[in-house]
């Protein structure tokens, strides 16, 4: 399985998550939804964090409104297949990449952008693995649709990280990052998940 390389991400995903992801399907749709809703809140947080940093909450308030937008589709997606929307258990993923996140500003705010652009990151690449992998014509477009989507949401959060610190700081903290990223995604969780 050939898979273009992502910036910000160090491994690959599995072929292992993209056999589990397609039979799974309904799960996975169900699980984008609440990562859509999250990824807006993650916006919004971060907004309400640093009022007076206007390029941010420029650059936030956008990707805020694209991923409710996102959330809308992916939800009239699963209407329409008599998903009806639920609460699931999420996978240690998120937990575990907050945790790394300092506690002090100005490493705090650092942490916060690079490990949103990670999450992004690697949405991007699984939601092309599921438009490369799905039978499903339309839902391969649409998971296709939303690629260009998620590559600007991780390019803003990495230009909002390289201007508000020095580059060499932000890619030696992204190094960190996302090598503990990537071990936390190198074994399969067994409950399917888009970061699982």
Not at 99 to 125: F, K, M, T, Y
Not at 142 to 171: I, K, Q
Request: with cysteine.
């Amino acid at each position: 399985m050939q898979q273009p390389r992502i910036k910000f991400l160090q491994q690959p995903t599995s072929e292992a998550w993209v056999e589990q992801a397609l039979a799974n399907l309904d799960t996975v749709l169900l699980d984008h939804s609440h990562c859509e809703r999250k990824a807006a809140g993650v916006a919004l947080n971060m907004m309400c964090r640093y009022p007076s940093d206007a390029k941010l909450v420029g650059e936030l308030t956008a990707i805020a409104k694209e991923e409710l937008d996102h959330f809308q589709q992916v939800n009239q997606i699963l209407e329409r297949r008599g998903v009806p929307l639920a609460p699931l258990a999420p996978p240690p993923y998120g937990g575990k990449l907050k945790s790394l996140v300092r506690r002090d500003e100005p490493q705090r705010q650092l942490d916060l952008l690079l490990v949103a652009g990670l999450i992004e990151a690697r949405s991007h690449e699984r939601l092309g693995l599921l438009a490369a992998h799905l039978e499903d014509r339309e839902l391969a477009a649409f998971y296709r649709s939303l690629m260009a989507s998620e590559a600007r949401h991780y390019g803003a959060y990495w230009g909002l990280a390289t201007a508000n610190f020095d580059r060499e700081t932000v890619e030696a903290r992204l190094r960190e990052l996302a090598a503990a990223e990537s071990e936390i995604l190198s074994t399969l969780h067994p409950q399917p998940r888009i970061h699982s």
